[in-house]
């Protein structure tokens, strides 16, 4: 893709005189949000080093974002941050929905029932700023991130051998290069501003409201999460601590404030919760968006990730969760982009902008849709159909993973359009789960940088994985053969746990799958794609 032309003035010498020159680094990253340090993360864990900018002097003291949903948690679990997160946080294994007029349940999504996909059978509800906390120690930890914090980026550059940056500290100017730039520096991006990149989209005509409160341990349920549904938007709590709930109202009055808007949400605390004792901890008003950026997320050598290329309203819990996703697509690609010599830098970060966008564009957006225009329907329509869906399909008594579980937890990931693609396999650009193989152990910790899955002859396999230098694992497996809808097959499993390619076992595919690594491919790879 071409770069579109940059509306301000580049960090030149000429434009920033006084400037101090600092050295190169493979990637800079705009924010040092949940979506800029997961993106750092998955970078040092490939052996890259990069410099994440933050205009903010430390990270943000506000919980913002509560729930991390299972497909974000098994990346977690990949990057080695999962337990940190586990001992900070709390497990949901059930979203039990109850009226706490009646004590009737209004929905329940099991993730217990997802044991056949994912080793992480659970939501977890942690406020953002811990998982930053976490996500920084954990970048700190690797020597191969430096953060700067009081360092705002004022301008960038690019051309074909990489991206020269300006940054300010403390009145002082500083020119750095990087190979690479993400903008992950959320809603108000400079990266995407620069750009020129517009946010196309709709903005909602209601308001929502984020509340944290502390309530009396007596009135401290913990299975369940009560839930109102005859006020304008629907409320719900969710539980993240001993005694700490977030309260979330999707249709506010926008003209409460103060100690008026305490005042509701002690109020709204009681009827969630029962009589006693509130105290708002913290509480926050904003406009929600269905948003994404116009050109995509792909600008020669800079990329848009989280808020930066999408805005999703928070009705479906995804707005993070997608970002962090954003992060683990594009951190192997820029890894690759990085460090391999036959690397197609262009299709690796083309195929991440179109494969996020057109799974944000298929999937989360309009998911957040209906899940914010059912929160902010008319009450008694709410009410009748919540019921109504009870009585037909028992929402509220789901003894299976059914497709509303799937589709909460975030794992049905199917990539359909993108440079990196190629073949018919019914498994092509979807996620792999993460099932148990023949020793009875998952396959993801076999694979923790992708890997080759063989269902039958080994021999043509064992030299594929061994000139790509991945592992080879056994896939003979029932849950595995019924996902190829194969009884034999080679399967190239990214870095991402994505399917990039499927073969005959019994071809040589070395050339065909390190195309869908992102690899230069042989002009007679085509013949063998299936």
Same mark, same amino acid.
């Given at each position: 893709?071409?770069?579109?032309?940059?509306?301000?003035?580049?960090?030149?010498?000429?434009?920033?005189?006084?400037?101090?020159?600092?050295? /190169?680094?493979? #990637?800079?990253?705009?924010?040092?949000?949940?979506?800029?340090?997961?993106?750092?993360?998955?970078?040092?864990?490939?052996?890259?080093?990069?410099?994440?900018? /933050?205009?903010?002097?430390?990270?943000?003291?506000?919980?913002?974002?509560?729930?991390? @949903?299972? &497909?974000?948690?098994?990346?977690?679990?990949?990057?080695?941050?999962?337990?940190?997160?586990?001992?900070?946080?709390?497990?949901?294994?059930?979203?039990?929905?109850?009226?706490?007029?009646?004590?009737?349940?209004?929905?329940?999504?099991?993730?217990?029932?997802?044991?056949?996909?994912?080793?992480?059978?659970?939501?977890?509800?942690?406020? !953002?700023?811990?998982?930053?906390?976490?996500?920084?120690?954990?970048?700190?930890?690797?020597?191969?991130?430096?953060?700067?914090?009081?360092?705002?980026?004022?301008?960038?550059?690019?051309?074909?051998?990489?991206?020269?940056?300006?940054?300010?500290?403390?009145?002082?100017?500083?020119?750095?290069?990087?190979?690479?730039?993400?903008?992950?520096? *959320?809603?108000?991006?400079?990266?995407?501003?620069?750009? *020129?990149?517009?946010?196309? =989209?709709? %903005?909602?005509?209601?308001?929502?409201?984020?509340?944290?409160?502390?309530?009396?341990?007596?009135?401290? &349920?913990?299975?369940?999460?009560? %839930?109102?549904?005859?006020?304008?938007?629907?409320? #719900?709590?969710?539980?993240?601590?001993?005694?700490?709930?977030?309260?979330?109202?999707?249709?506010?009055?926008?003209?409460?404030?103060?100690?008026?808007?305490?005042?509701?949400?002690?109020?709204?605390?009681?009827?969630?919760?029962?009589?006693?004792?509130?105290?708002?901890?913290?509480?926050?008003?904003?406009?929600?968006?269905?948003?994404?950026?116009?050109?995509?997320?792909?600008?020669?050598?800079?990329?848009?990730?989280?808020?930066?290329?999408?805005?999703?309203?928070?009705?479906?819990?995804?707005?993070?969760?997608?970002?962090?996703?954003?992060?683990?697509?594009?951190?192997?690609?820029?890894?690759?982009?990085?460090?391999?010599?036959?690397?197609?830098?262009?299709? @690796?970060?083309?195929?991440?902008?179109?494969?996020?966008?057109?799974?944000?564009?298929?999937?989360? !957006?309009?998911? %957040?849709?209906?899940? /914010?225009?059912?929160?902010?329907?008319?009450?008694?329509?709410?009410?009748?159909?919540?019921?109504?869906?009870?009585?037909?399909?028992?929402? =509220?008594?789901?003894?299976?993973?059914?497709?509303?579980?799937?589709?909460?937890?975030?794992?049905?990931?199917?990539?359909?359009?993108?440079?990196?693609?190629?073949?018919?396999?019914?498994?092509?650009?979807?996620?792999? $789960?993460?099932?148990?193989?023949?020793?009875?152990?998952?396959?993801?910790?076999?694979?923790?940088?992708?890997?080759?899955?063989?269902?039958? $002859?080994?021999?043509?396999?064992?030299?594929?994985?061994?000139?790509?230098?991945?592992?080879?694992?056994?896939?003979?497996?029932?849950?595995?053969?019924?996902?190829?809808?194969?009884?034999?097959?080679?399967?190239?499993?990214?870095?991402?746990?994505?399917?990039?390619?499927?073969?005959?076992?019994?071809?040589?595919?070395?050339?065909?799958?390190?195309?869908?690594?992102?690899?230069?491919?042989?002009?007679?790879?085509?013949?063998?794609?299936?």
């Amino acid at each position: 893709m071409s770069a579109i032309p940059i509306r301000r003035p580049g960090p030149t010498a000429e434009s920033h005189p006084d400037a101090a020159e600092a050295g /190169e680094v493979p #990637v800079a990253i705009a924010g040092a949000g949940p979506v800029g340090l997961s993106t750092a993360l998955g970078l040092a864990r490939a052996g890259i080093r990069s410099v994440v900018l /933050e205009s903010k002097t430390e990270l943000d003291p506000h919980s913002r974002a509560t729930l991390i @949903l299972p &497909r974000t948690l098994e990346i977690f679990r990949q990057w080695a941050v999962l337990d940190q997160l586990l001992a900070s946080g709390n497990r949901v294994p059930h979203v039990r929905l109850r009226e706490p007029e009646d004590d009737h349940q209004i929905l329940h999504v099991n993730f217990t029932k997802l044991a056949d996909q994912t080793a992480c059978m659970f939501a977890l509800a942690i406020p !953002q700023d811990r998982t930053e906390r976490i996500l920084l120690d954990a970048v700190q930890a690797t020597g191969l991130v430096d953060v700067r914090f009081d360092t705002e980026l004022v301008g960038f550059a690019q051309d074909s051998t990489g991206v020269r940056l300006c940054t300010q500290t403390g009145g002082t100017e500083t020119i750095m290069t990087a190979s690479y730039l993400v903008g992950a520096d *959320g809603a108000h991006s400079r990266v995407r501003g620069q750009l *020129g990149v517009e946010l196309a =989209g709709k %903005t909602y005509p209601t308001q929502a409201m984020l509340a944290d409160v502390r309530i009396h341990p007596s009135l401290d &349920r913990t299975d369940e999460w009560p %839930t109102i549904l005859d006020h304008r938007g629907i409320i #719900v709590g969710i539980r993240f601590g001993d005694g700490v709930w977030r309260i979330i109202e999707q249709a506010v009055d926008e003209r409460l404030s103060g100690l008026i808007l305490d005042d509701h949400i002690i109020t709204l605390a009681q009827e969630l919760f029962g009589t006693g004792p509130v105290e708002v901890l913290w509480r926050s008003i904003y406009h929600k968006h269905e948003r994404c950026a116009d050109g995509g997320f792909h600008y020669d050598r800079i990329t848009l990730a989280g808020d930066a290329g999408h805005l999703n309203s928070p009705a479906g819990g995804q707005g993070m969760n997608s970002g962090v996703q954003d992060a683990h697509n594009l951190a192997w690609k820029l890894a690759a982009a990085v460090t391999h010599p036959a690397a197609d830098a262009t299709a @690796l970060l083309e195929s991440y902008s179109q494969e996020r966008t057109s799974l944000i564009g298929r999937r989360v !957006q309009p998911a %957040t849709d209906l899940a /914010e225009r059912f929160q902010t329907a008319r009450p008694h329509r709410r009410v009748a159909l919540v019921h109504a869906l009870d009585a037909l399909f028992g929402f =509220g008594h789901s003894q299976s993973a059914g497709i509303l579980t799937h589709g909460l937890s975030m794992l049905d990931v199917v990539y359909e359009h993108s440079a990196l693609l190629h073949g018919r396999s019914k498994a092509l650009g979807h996620r792999v $789960p993460d099932v148990l193989a023949d020793d009875g152990e998952r396959i993801y910790p076999k694979i923790p940088a992708g890997g080759v899955l063989v269902a039958g $002859p080994r021999a043509a396999a064992q030299v594929t994985a061994d000139e790509l230098g991945l592992p080879l694992v056994n896939a003979d497996v029932a849950a595995l053969t019924s996902f190829f809808h194969q009884d034999q097959f080679v399967a190239l499993i990214r870095p991402d746990h994505i399917v990039g390619a499927v073969a005959d076992p019994t071809d040589s595919c070395a050339e065909f799958f390190a195309a869908a690594l992102g690899q230069q491919p042989a002009p007679e790879a085509s013949s063998r794609r299936r």
